[in-house]
């Protein structure tokens, strides 16, 4: 059982849904990224989604743009990425870690040597935004003997047919973009999202959770009654954006802290 996995049963078995924060690895420094994550454990994260930093995220809106031309600047590469997670290992051997980027810098480093290298570092799931089905397959055949989850994204417009597909690859947990458009957007319609969820837990075999728009408790706590998990990533990276460089790490572990007091409060 991967650690995905057996976090997602320990919540079931505590009925507790998971909170997993995203940030951009290297936003806004790689000196913090392994005490941002700490942070966020300690405020009550269960898992921790990484952005790796790129110069054309497509599916992210202006604030999580921002934050990879800020690594980016730092010249922030994937290798980089994996050297942050083993640096949190040395400490914190059961929070799962998972990768979310493109396929660009994962091509460029090879996908065998990528998975390997994810193996070696402790990540437990790789989330790509803009692999094809085939080329998602052929690096899931290189994960799964690692033990390393393959997670996928499905959307408000997902068709019937690509929902069973996507439920038939996904390990670890599959994460459903509540909103149409890109990261940071609002409005998110709470029934609806309700009604999607169930449509895929129809035919997934594993826990669905939400992301996309999801700036507050009150939303994190509504959206977790219907929902596996809730992902949160813009508002944290705008956190990140205003405050100083040192006092980033603990102004993310004080909102991380506020969204996980709010879903446990109908416990």
Known sequence: MSRISATFEKLAQERRKALIPFFTVGDP???????TMQAMVAGGADLIELGIPFSDPMADGPTIQ?????ALKQGVSLNDVLDAVSRFRQGDV???VVLMGYANPIERMGREAFAERCAEAGVDGVLVVDYPPDEARALGALLSPRNIDSIFLLSPTSTDERIKEIAAMSTG??????????????NIDV???ARQVARIKSVARVPVGVGFGIRDDATA?????????IVVGSRIVEEIETSSESQAPAAVGALINRFRQAMDADR
């Not at 420094?29 to 005490?35: A, G, K, T, Y």
């Not at 706590?221 to 998990?229: E, F, G, M, P, Q």
């Open 29 to 35: 420094s790689l000196h913090q990224c392994v005490p």
């Open 191 to 193: 029934a609806d999202v």
């Open 66 to 70: 921002r934050a990879s031309e800020r």
């Open 94 to 96: 059961a929070t799962p």
């Open 221 to 229: 706590r509504a959206l977790s009654a219907v929902a596996d998990a």
């Open 173 to 186: 947990y599959i994460y459903y973009v509540s909103l149409r458009g890109v990261t940071g957007a609002s």
